[in-house]
């Protein structure tokens, strides 16, 4: 399939949507315009149905109320699920990686139950991992060196259908040295940043997924600027 449209859907931004996750449209936006490739943002709302005919699905981050008031409606709702199993693009951050997996631990601890779109499950950890984050990414997805901001108490775990999206170099991730997972063109990972706006590369992986072709390269000499920041900050080169 190849497409020179692509529709966005941005879920929940009323409940999932801390660190300016909501940033991960803009960039989307902005890199398929550059390329020619027109876009239709829709905000869904939780109180809105999710539309089935998106392309690329976004999910932020968010509190732990927020996050299982949100994994309730999207189970009862169904849009994503369905646009899934169509094999649309879905992008989850943190809370909204969480949601993803077939559990997490809610404010208690107590197990909420997830959509199960990613074959993972979250319970949580005895302490909040908080800073900033690197990651080498799947060497089959082509993506650079990740950089990224994690806040979570979560620690997920990978079942077998699912990979680790990539190696931690610095900071926590899943917990067990790896960071985020992925199946198909479902993708969820513990980085803010907005972590599209700090991985251009990461963006184009989800609008290559959609567009369904390669993609021309364009100009990143500033994201590389607030790249190298970041990634000497954190993982100063020898
Ligand atoms: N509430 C989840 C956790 O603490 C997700 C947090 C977030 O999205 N930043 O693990």
Redesign the pocket.
């Known amino acids: 399939m190849s497409s020179d449209r692509i529709k966005i859907v941005w879920i929940y931004p009323d409940l999932l949507s801390?660190y300016g996750d909501q940033g991960n449209t803009i960039v989307l936006e902005r890199r398929a315009a550059l390329r020619g490739i027109q876009t239709e943002t829709i905000n869904v709302r939780s109180d809105q149905a999710v539309p089935q005919d998106g392309d690329i699905y976004l999910l932020g981050?968010?509190?732990?109320r927020p996050?299982i008031l949100a994994a309730h409606r999207l189970r009862r709702d169904g849009g994503l699920p369905a646009a899934a199993r169509r094999g649309a693009v879905v992008f989850g951050v943190?809370?909204g990686y969480?949601l993803l997996g077939h559990e997490f631990g809610g404010e208690e601890g107590q197990p909420v139950q997830g959509l199960g779109l990613l074959d993972i499950h979250s319970n949580r950890g005895e302490q909040r991992a908080v800073g900033e984050i690197v990651g080498d990414v799947s060497s089959e997805l082509q993506v650079p060196r990740i950089t990224g901001f994690e806040?979570?108490?979560?620690v997920t775990h990978l079942g077998q259908t699912v990979k680790p999206f990539a190696q931690v170099v610095a900071g926590i991730g899943n917990g067990n040295g790896f960071e985020g997972a992925y199946s198909g063109r479902v993708l969820g990972t513990y980085m803010h940043g907005p972590a599209l706006v700090r991985n251009p590369g990461l963006a184009d992986l989800l609008l290559r997924w959609a567009a369904g072709r390669d993609l021309r390269p364009i100009d990143d000499s500033w994201a590389g600027r607030l790249r190298e920041e970041r990634l000497n900050a954190v993982v100063p080169a020898t």
């Open positions: 801390t981050g968010g509190e732990d996050q943190c809370a969480q806040n979570h108490q979560g």
